[in-house]
């Protein structure tokens, strides 16, 4: 049964609202972005985000600087009928008209949280490789906190780790890439490497029904 999907800018509060309800981190990020609102049938049920990244580099690998690049930081969605695949790409066009100067968007599949990038393979996402391993604390409530959350990055204040947290180390989360313009896609095309596939153990990043059909080989169904 279709629905009626509407996608528009949303307040920052509609997006933390997502975030703290509906994604598995349970936070917005805390640096400026660009947050989309969207609607099913009128009901609002979620919100995509896009910010220009943890890290300053993260357009370097491309030779973009740091306006050039963003991030998709967070898909926090509740139950829906359309493909998470079709809802991000009416997202990155979106994203596109505002930002002209913006080239190319990067996302990451957290391993840690069984992640593979499912939703990135069903819209087509050139998948680049794992990014370094790093580090996470485990807090004594059993909650996970990243490093920068307590040395004042964003807005952040500085803070003590609390006593009895463990630092544990994370793998490398896969990287996938959405050029914005041809030329980008030109550059970045010999990057792509097989899609990693979802092991056994870990969770769907949504489930298949959702996907989408795109994406069968990398730079399928690109938004350009």
């Known amino acids: 049964m279709s629905s009626t999907l509407k996608i528009d800018w949303a307040t920052h509060e ?13 936070t917005k990020p805390a640096n400026k972005s660009n947050c989309f609102g969207v609607w099913e049938d009128g009901k609002y049920i979620g919100a995509v985000i896009f910010g220009l990244g943890a890290s300053p580099g993260l357009g370097k690998p491309y030779g973009l600087g740091i306006f050039e690049v963003c991030e998709l930081t967070r898909v926090a969605l509740t139950k829906h009928k359309t493909e998470v695949s079709r809802i991000i790409a ?20 957290d391993c840690f949280h069984g992640h593979h990038g499912g939703i990135y393979q069903a819209g087509g996402w050139i998948y680049s490789g794992k990014s370094a391993t790093s580090t996470i604390w485990k807090l004594p409530n059993g909650t996970l906190a990243d490093p ?16 009895g947290s463990v630092l544990i180390k994370t793998p490398g989360k896969h990287r996938y890439l959405m050029p914005l313009d041809n030329e980008m896609k030109k550059q970045i095309l010999p990057l792509a490497k097989p899609y990693p596939k979802r092991a056994s153990s870990e969770t769907r990043d949504t489930p298949s029904d959702q996907l989408g059909k795109a994406g069968a080989r990398p730079s399928d169904a690109l938004p350009l």
């Open 14 to 26: 509609a997006a933390k609202y997502a975030c703290e309800n509906w994604h598995y981190s349970g």
């Open 90 to 109: 009416i997202c990155l066009r979106l994203l596109k008209k505002k930002n002209k100067g913006t080239r190319i968007c990067v996302s990451f599949a």
């Open 148 to 163: 920068r959350r307590f040395n004042g990055h964003g807005h952040n204040k500085p803070s003590k780790v609390p006593k």
